[in-house]
């Protein structure tokens, strides 16, 4: 079982940056990568960005590409999300996820945290 717990939204205005974490425990070394997503109301959840676990390959949704870096610290269980110049269409309820079951710009992992708001004031 893995618990994923994500840290470090808030209120920011246009132009700003945020750093998000994600806590894992349990067996993560058991999942192949982990990723974030966003949802926005009425919208779909979204693929912001993705990392394989073991190499630190990484992929990013177009939407975010130049402004978003993912990382990760494996020695903590530990996993970033850096967003720089911020816009106010990236406000959305941020989720941590681990163990994707197909592609991983898919929202189909196995394990997904609660979410934390990310709020963009222009």
């Known amino acids: 079982q893995v618990q994923l717990v994500e840290s470090g939204g808030g209120l920011v205005q246009a132009g700003g940056s945020l750093r998000l974490s994600c806590a894992a425990s349990g067996r993560i070394f058991s999942s192949t990568g982990m990723g974030w997503f966003r949802q926005a109301p009425g919208k779909e959840r979204e693929f912001v960005a993705a990392i394989t676990w073991s190499t630190g390959n990484t992929y990013y949704g177009d939407s975010v590409k130049g402004r978003f870096a993912i990382s990760r610290d494996y020695a903590k269980n530990t996993l970033y999300l850096q967003m720089n110049s911020l816009k106010p269409e990236d406000t959305a309820v941020y989720y941590c996820?681990?163990?994707?079951?197909?592609?991983?710009?898919?929202?189909?992992?196995?394990?997904w945290g609660r979410g934390t708001q990310v709020t963009v004031s222009s």
């Open positions: 996820a681990a163990a994707p079951v197909g592609q991983y710009y898919a929202p189909a992992y196995r394990y």
